[in-house]
């Protein structure tokens, strides 16, 4: 699976792990979006690629880090078909795709143990969408875009 990847100053060091992990543990192809040191940045310059990546079949999926992932949700949901959200946990993760196919996971770098957003992002990768009664929601909210 081809993954896009970024974070602000606060999600940088869980970033640099992730993109192992998911390269090493996972088999993704990972696309590191930026940027390339804690220095301090602005959150919605990174969360734009990842989105935009998504959004255009660049990437399947995207995953954004900063301090508590909110900032990042809140950016790249600006962009059309884009579903993203703050998760915090390894059942939220599943929920997330199972019912809203969620393309764009964030993660708080501040607040949540690397070991669990491991689990969040291995999660949201390999859970499927179950469709069904959740398509036409999905599409309700699509519609918004």
Do not use: W
Not at 12 to 30: D, I, R, T, W
Not at 90 to 106: D, I, M, T
């Amino acid at each position: 699976m081809r993954v896009a990847i970024a974070s602000d100053h606060g999600g940088f060091e869980q970033k640099q792990a992730l993109v192992a992990y998911m390269e090493s543990e996972l088999g993704c192809e990972v696309i590191d979006m930026g940027p390339d040191s804690d220095a301090s940045v602005d959150y919605p310059d990174f969360a734009v690629k990842v989105a935009e990546a998504v959004s255009t079949g660049d990437a399947e999926r995207g995953v954004l880090v900063c301090g508590t992932g909110i900032g990042m949700a809140l950016a790249a949901d600006k962009v059309a078909g884009v579903r993203a959200s703050s998760i915090t946990s390894v059942p939220f993760a599943e929920l997330f795709r199972q019912h809203n196919n969620g393309n764009v996971v964030c993660l708080s770098g501040r607040f949540v143990e690397l070991e669990l957003n491991e689990q969040i992002v291995k999660t949201f990768l390999e859970t499927e969408f179950e469709g069904g009664r959740h398509e036409a929601r999905v599409a309700k909210i699509m519609a918004l875009d």
